[in-house]
Every structure is written in structure tokens, then in C-alpha cells.
């Protein structure tokens, strides 16, 4: 398998409008557990998030791209577990993953909206963070633009996490995942996810001034904006 660059050819299976709706809908069912062991929220909930909030007013994080929902559901459950207020916002403009979200036991901390990070900036809305999991290498050049420049125009920091590009994560997560696989599109899709994404070099090379890249374990890479940084007040 060569993974000396991006193969941007690839499709995912969950990304076909025609796909078997029943695989579709476990998949994003099994999205909870693998992006427990494999996406590192929890630890960038502690050491960048938790921070920033507050047991005396709210704080507002729209995540893009939310998919199965279990994301926003995670952030907003360590917070309210640490005392803390925190709004999330969830949006997907696929119908299939708002179905899905729908469908799920209402969170008083969380709203999920079928609408693009384009369509909130049309709006005029304004958070405190954006976030998003595993959306950037499903992106063309275009849309990765757009999302930057959305998140920007959406709020003064941002947090955009991913996997990083490598034979380790390759070879690590083919058998793993064969664990939760069945009857999904977890297996084949998250090895396609990791042939479309980027490294760490490569993504720095690719960003605009304003946004730093950094490595995370295990095969993480995050993409950070914070526009506050050095602001007195």
C-alpha cells in the first residue's frame, strides 16, 4: 500500500447518496466507540476546551460535519459531569446523518440542525469555538477553503482534529476495526479515511497564516485557530 501521499481518488462508501441505508445507519451507531479509542476528544476536552468554559455563563461551540452526533453528545456530557455550561450546536448537511440525529435521545445541552458551517455564516451566527472530527480529508480543495474561511468568519477559535497519514495507523487499524466492522462501513471507509489524509507537513504547507498544525497521539493531527491569542482586555 503506498501512502507516500493522499489518494484523493478514493471514495468513501457512506459518502455514495445511494449506499445500503442499514450499513449507513450502523455505521454511524459504531462512530461513538471508535472515536473513543481512536479520535482523542477527551484529552483535547481537558487540555483546550474545559478551559475556556465557565460555571457561571454559557459558551458556545458549533461542531461541523457531526455525523452519528456523538461528538457534540461527549462534549457536552464531560462538561455538565465538570459543572460547566456549554452549548452545543451540531450540524451535517447530509439528511441522513440529521435523520439519524433526530432519532436520538434529546441532549438539553446539544441541537443538531441538517445545515452547512456556510449556511450558519449566511445566517449571521457567532460562536465561541467551532470544532469538527474527521471532516477535513473528506474534503476537495474548495471546500476546505470554504471551511477555514467559515470558521473563521464563525468564531475567534477553532479546533478541526483528523487522522494523520501513516503506515502505523494503517496497519494498526485495518484488524481492529474488524471488531466493530460487521455489517458497516467502518472498516473499509476508516481505511480509505487514512489513505485520504493528510500528514502533519502536508497540512501545514496547505494553510493559510492565522491556523497552526500540531501532531496528537494516537495518529492525530489537529488544525488550531485561535484569534484571541495575545489580546489584552
Do not use: K, Q
Not at 457561571?56 to 455538565?80: I, K
Not at 459531569?81 to 456549554?86: H, I, V
Not at 468564531?155 to 497519514?165: K, M
Not at 458497516?184 to 487514512?194: A, E, M, P, T
Request: aromatic share 6%; net charge positive; charged share 25%.
Amino acid at each position: 500500500m503506498d501512502l507516500s501521499r493522499r489518494d484523493v481518488g478514493l471514495t468513501e462508501l457512506m459518502d455514495d447518496p445511494d449506499c445500503d441505508p442499514v450499513a449507513l445507519e450502523r455505521t454511524y451507531a459504531r462512530f461513538a466507540l471508535v472515536n473513543r479509542v481512536v479520535s482523542g476528544w477527551r484529552g483535547v476536552y481537558r487540555s483546550r476546551i474545559r478551559p475556556l468554559l465557565s460555571a457561571s455563563r454559557d459558551t458556545t461551540l458549533l461542531d461541523v460535519g457531526s455525523g452519528g452526533g456523538d461528538v457534540p453528545l461527549a462534549l457536552a456530557r464531560w462538561a455538565r459531569r465538570d459543572g460547566l455550561r456549554l452549548r452545543v450546536t451540531g450540524v451535517d448537511p447530509d439528511a441522513r446523518a440529521s435523520a439519524f440525529t433526530r432519532a436520538l435521545p434529546p441532549d438539553p445541552d446539544v441541537a443538531f440542525l441538517r445545515a452547512s458551517s456556510s449556511d450558519l455564516v449566511a445566517d449571521g451566527r457567532r460562536f465561541d469555538l467551532v470544532t469538527s472530527n474527521h471532516v477535513l480529508h473528506h474534503l476537495d480543495d474548495d471546500a476546505f477553503d470554504a471551511l477555514l474561511a467559515d470558521s473563521a468568519a464563525l468564531a475567534p477559535r477553532a479546533i478541526h482534529s483528523d487522522i494523520a497519514r501513516s503506515r502505523l495507523a494503517y496497519a494498526a487499524y485495518g484488524p481492529a476495526s474488524r471488531v466493530v466492522a460487521r455489517g458497516s462501513f467502518v472498516h473499509v471507509d476508516g481505511l480509505r479515511s487514512i489513505r485520504r489524509s493528510w500528514t502533519p507537513v502536508e497540512l501545514a504547507l496547505r494553510v493559510p497564516a492565522g491556523w497552526r498544525v500540531e501532531g496528537a497521539l494516537p495518529a492525530r493531527v489537529l488544525l488550531v485557530r485561535d484569534a484571541t491569542a495575545g489580546a489584552t482586555g
